[in-house]
């Protein structure tokens, strides 16, 4: 059974940068698209960038020029590079498959910026 354990969060203000990363264990990690997810308070959990085995990437658009997404099949591990941070941006980010199963989610990791 795969598990995800999401990092990298903290207190950023706005227009700073944050790097996240997820760890994967089990052996099907490089085979699947993986995503990252976020879900502000009173909001529903939406993916903002997908990654496939090969690297090819595709981000919603409030996160197009600003997020940047890669994996590492080898290491079992995909990261997503949060630059021009934005008070909207304050979330809680998850990493997870594309489509996510129906009844997996790793603890996330809280972003939040502010001044």
């Known amino acids: 059974q795969v598990q995800l354990v999401e990092s990298g969060g903290g207190l950023v203000q706005p227009g700073g940068s944050l790097s996240l990363s997820c760890a994967a264990s089990g052996s099907i990690f490089s085979f699947y698209v993986m995503g990252w997810y976020r879900q502000a308070p009173g909001k529903q959990r939406e993916l903002v960038a997908s990654?496939?085995?090969?690297?090819?990437?595709n981000y919603v658009d409030a996160a197009k020029g600003r997020f940047i997404n890669s994996r590492d099949n080898a290491k079992k591990m995909v990261h997503l590079q949060m630059n021009s941070l934005k008070p909207e941006d304050t979330a809680v980010y998850y990493c997870n498959f594309v489509p996510p199963p129906k009844d997996y989610w790793g603890q996330g990791t809280q972003v939040t910026v502010s001044s």
């Open positions: 990654i496939t085995s090969s690297g090819s990437t």
